[in-house]
């Protein structure tokens, strides 16, 4: 059971990468990357969806590594990009207004992750 927690967030984590692939706007608007329709514009809905990707096969990986070394790169792969997402989007993105809430989330999530992996080990005796 030590890596329950793991494989939860792993399944999160690969849920909303699918989710960001269908559907771009759940980033875009938090992020104040949509149009004032609230259409999203082609580059932004691109580079939401390549995340996506990046957060789904992170997140299945967690979700299904067996070997306990190779689940705690998959968490280490995900926490880093959190924490990366965390700094880039809370001091980048073009809207003032929306960079403290989405460093938030995405430290956060990446914080999650960091917790799991570390529960997960103490779990193991490591």
Not at 31 to 45: K, N, Q, T, Y
Not at 56 to 80: E, F, L, N, S, Y
Not at 99 to 104: F, L, Y
């Amino acid at each position: 059971m030590e890596a329950g927690l793991v494989r939860w967030v792993g399944a999160a984590t690969a849920a909303y990468g699918v989710g960001l692939l269908v559907r771009p706007a759940l980033m875009a608007r938090p992020c104040g990357l949509d149009d004032e329709d609230g259409s999203v514009p082609a580059p932004a809905a691109l580079l939401i969806r390549a995340l996506g990707v990046r957060d789904a096969a992170i997140g299945i990986a967690m979700m299904v590594a067996k070997d306990p070394v190779v689940r705690r790169a998959a968490t280490a792969c995900r926490v880093v990009a959190d924490l990366g997402d965390a700094v880039l989007f809370g001091t980048q993105l073009p809207d003032p207004a929306a960079r403290p809430k989405a460093a938030a989330v995405a430290g956060g999530w990446g914080a999650l992750c960091a917790v799991a992996g570390l529960v997960s080990d103490r779990a193991r005796g490591r």
